[in-house]
């Protein structure tokens, strides 16, 4: 089955500055990858996702971007704020049955 | 729409009890996940259905395990008898099929065996 891995498993990162986490995976028949934001007590979050047959998505400060050859796919979050302060996953599907494979998590500190 | 909806949020039992954990999921939405999370193991998928129907149930941990989806609008998870290593906190989540493959994850059950 799909193995998906998270790196690194803590980043902390000065306020304004950027964030970038990476996550690998090992079906290359996966063609869907979201990212969810879990805060604390609360469910994960869809905050971003894209497809295979696109390179990188945007949507105001926060960026995917994938590379099926190399099997990674990365999320970019720019001018970081206290309230990125999350854990983040990443996950893979090839579509079957709509299940998804999550990585561990990030855990993101934003030092204000 | 309300979301994913679950209840208890928290759960407090003893070691043999019973434990249900109840999970409505978005209207219109053809799939159910039931999820569990501990620091140690991750997000581990335990069993979803489609229609109503469990597809693929090889995640639950063990024969205590059950969950059941009498309706699209109502699931159970029942533990019986529950154990001190089942605290964690469990998660529905629901899809929309059909080739959209987002899914969206209620609040959690916060459940703790002692």
């Known amino acids: 089955g799909e193995n998906v891995e998270q790196h690194p498993s803590t980043l902390s990162v000065q306020e304004g500055d950027s964030a970038v986490i990476k996550c690998t995976y090992s079906?290359?028949?996966?063609?869907?990858f979201p990212w969810y934001k879990q805060e604390l007590g609360k469910g994960p979050q869809l905050i971003i996702d894209?497809?295979?047959?696109?390179g990188e998505k945007k949507d105001q400060r926060i960026a995917v971007t994938l590379n099926k050859t190399a099997k990674h796919f990365s999320l970019h979050i720019t001018e970081t704020q206290p309230e990125d302060s999350a854990v983040y996953f990443c996950a893979a599907s090839n579509g079957g049955n709509n299940r998804l494979a999550f990585g561990k998590g990030n855990q993101v500190v934003v030092i204000p | 729409d309300a979301g994913v909806i679950q209840s208890p949020r928290h759960e407090v039992t003893e070691m043999g009890q019973e434990v249900t954990l109840r999970c409505k999921p978005i209207s219109g939405h053809d799939y159910l996940f039931w999820y569990r999370q501990t620091m140690m193991r991750g997000l581990e998928l335990l069993i979803y259905f489609n229609n109503n129907v469990p597809i693929d149930d090889s995640g639950m941990p063990e024969d205590r395990f059950s969950a059941k989806m009498p309706n699209a609008s109502f699931s159970t998870l029942k533990i019986q008898p529950s154990e001190p290593r089942d605290s964690a906190v469990y998660f529905c989540?629901?899809?929309?099929?059909?080739?959209?493959?987002?899914?969206?994850f209620g609040p959690g059950t916060r459940l703790t065996v002692t």
């Open positions: 894209i497809r295979s047959n696109v």
């Open positions: 989540a629901s899809s929309l099929g059909g080739g959209t493959y987002e899914q969206y």
């Open positions: 079906d290359s028949a996966s063609n869907y």
